[in-house]
């Protein structure tokens, strides 16, 4: 079916791809079993074609023995499953896929393979047939640059493993009409999946924001700041994340991890805001690639024992703390302490510019994670990191300045565990774990929707879906206020003046709106 843009040429119309279409998918590594099984699922015909002889026969069984399982688990009916593989066909030849309505291509992420084989297909499908490329490293536009009718062209890039997770980026290339998009967009939606929009750039969207989730750890790791089984413990328990950076990229594998990193950089000219991780190469180089090789950064298998976070020993509670002004992001905290049996002595204010602290019975000051590093404060000052949810997280890192003692120490150990939390003390860098990872979060956010590369919903949901992260990045900068994040980034920033952590012009500019807006807000409530 066509239908005619705007500007009078052929596009492909927005109708989703009919269940009764044949999709065809060519590549039948583990993602194009995926996808081709998602399509089968859906009830399309679907075509299986590969390079190399007999494995799309192969990849056909392997589809069938996930669908047997799917029956073992009560989740699909035998009938079901009997009907759909009577839809399944291997393709020998391309010359098969000539009906197709949809060709998804999942092969070896080389530019010169991709545009051969495209230029081939174009030769073969329907003028109206949906042209797509899973390509996660790629450009679409350089792609399609080889066709003759690129605006039929999209990236569908679907997550690993494909017929679960529900996230697709739908990336419209240079000379992909809007009409084509919006045909894959409803084609994945019909198929159960959640689609983003994106556009070409590097990255996309989840590989593009998501980069300082990894490349802090790593870094926080080669400052020798925190051990990766401790980084891990506290983005868990602390950060609400899913997962911690060094045990995913163990389960991706750092040869990918590492590949996409490198990808991602070269791509953007070698901006230091991407650079890979030297530690992360050595781990490649000697053949620790995480759980398929058996070691990554933790061993695997049978007998293999999985380190542990650091966690300080039990410690006594002060048995009161002083609260002076407003603690912001961890404004909570006042009143865990009260219902933990701690007084809490509200003291004096701080200034609508100076940010809280709580004063520990030997003086010193508990202060949020700021960007600044503990070990540069001439007070007796102990930094502990943001959470996302200081009632119901498991652990805090604390960073004690050069001028705290062990006394002091162990009373800002002991009121934590109090609250019910495991305590994990790590070296004075700035920013700490949590709080340094979710501004870069926030910041690559906030500069991929200020450069179009997705609207701001988009983002968010790419995220939450894609990489299951506890909230997206733009409602979680907007909870915990940007010129926190801003604060916390220009620390970071004057620590390390490589331009790795300098804020984009997108934050600076929503960082002083919401001063501006504070203001106002104040001046009201004032008169």
């Known amino acids: 079916m066509t239908a005619i843009d705007a500007n009078g040429r052929d596009a ?5 791809v009919g269940p009764g279409d044949v999709v065809a998918v060519v590549g039948t590594g583990t993602m194009g079993q995926g996808i081709a099984q998602v399509a089968l699922v859906a009830g399309h015909p679907v075509r299986l074609h590969d390079a190399a002889p007999g494995r799309a026969q192969e990849a056909a069984k392997g589809i069938s023995a996930r669908l047997d399982r799917l029956v073992e688990k009560g989740r699909m009916e035998p009938s079901q499953r009997d009907a759909a593989l009577k839809r399944l066909h291997p393709a020998a030849e391309l010359a098969e896929l000539a009906d197709a309505a949809l060709v998804v291509e999942a092969v070896l992420e080389r530019l010169d393979v991709k545009q051969v084989l495209f230029t081939a297909l174009e030769e073969i499908v329907s003028r109206d047939c949906l042209l797509a490329t899973n390509t996660s490293s790629l450009s679409v536009t350089a792609v399609a640059g080889a066709l003759k009718h690129p605006g039929r062209f999209v990236g569908l890039h679907f997550f690993n493993p494909a017929p679960l997770l529900p996230l697709v980026e739908v990336v419209s290339g240079h000379a992909t009409h809007e009409a084509a998009a ?4 409803a084609t994945v939606a019909a198929w159960g999946k959640t689609p983003v929009s994106c556009a070409d750039l590097p990255g996309f969207i989840v590989n593009r ?3 300082p ?3 802090e750890a790593l870094r926080i790791h080669e400052e020798r700041a925190a051990d990766p089984a401790t980084v891990d413990a506290v983005l868990r328990e602390s950060g609400g994340f899913a997962m911690g950076p060094f045990e995913l990229t163990d389960l991706i594998g750092q040869d990918v991890n590492e590949a996409v990193t490198r990808s991602v950089w070269e791509s953007f000219f070698q901006d230091p805001k991407f650079t890979p991780s030297l530690s992360q190469r050595r781990l490649v180089e000697s053949g620790r690639l995480g759980r398929k090789t058996g070691r990554g950064w933790f061993p695997y298998g049978s007998e293999a024992t999985a380190p542990s976070p650091r966690t300080e020993p039990p410690a006594p509670a002060p048995g009161s ?5 407003d603690l912001a992001q961890a404004a909570a905290l006042p009143g865990l302490v009260e219902e933990a049996g701690i007084a809490v002595v509200r003291g004096e204010g701080t200034g609508e510019t100076r940010p809280g602290w709580i004063e520990l019975p030997g003086g010193a000051r508990l202060c949020l994670a700021d960007g600044t590093a503990a070990e540069e404060a001439e007070t007796a000052v102990i930094h502990f990191d943001l959470a996302l949810d200081y009632a119901r997280s498991g652990r ?11 006394a002091a ?7 934590f565990q109090a609250l019910g939390k495991q305590v994990s003390v790590v070296a004075g860098i700035p920013g700490l774990i949590v709080a340094r990872t979710v501004a870069m979060l926030v910041d690559f956010a906030l500069d991929a929707a200020a450069r179009d590369v997705a609207s701001a919903d988009d983002i968010d949901t790419a995220m939450r879906l894609g990489v299951n992260y506890p909230r997206g990045p733009l409602a979680w900068g907007e909870e915990i206020g940007l010129d926190w994040v801003l604060t916390v980034l220009d620390g970071l920033h004057k620590a390390c003046p490589t331009g790795r952590y300098a804020p984009s012009q997108a934050l600076r500019g929503r960082a002083a709106a919401e001063r501006a807006a504070a203001r106002k807000s104040r001046q009201e409530d004032a008169s």
């Open 396 to 406: 805090i890192a604390l960073a004690p300045a050069p001028t705290v003692g062990d």
């Open 321 to 325: 703390v002083t609260v002076h002004g």
């Open 213 to 215: 989730f990894y490349a």
């Open 182 to 185: 919006a045909r894959a967009r």
């Open 409 to 415: 120490l162990r009373e800002a150990v002991g009121l």
């Open 209 to 211: 924001i998501a980069r």
């Open 12 to 16: 492909v119309a927005r109708d989703a």
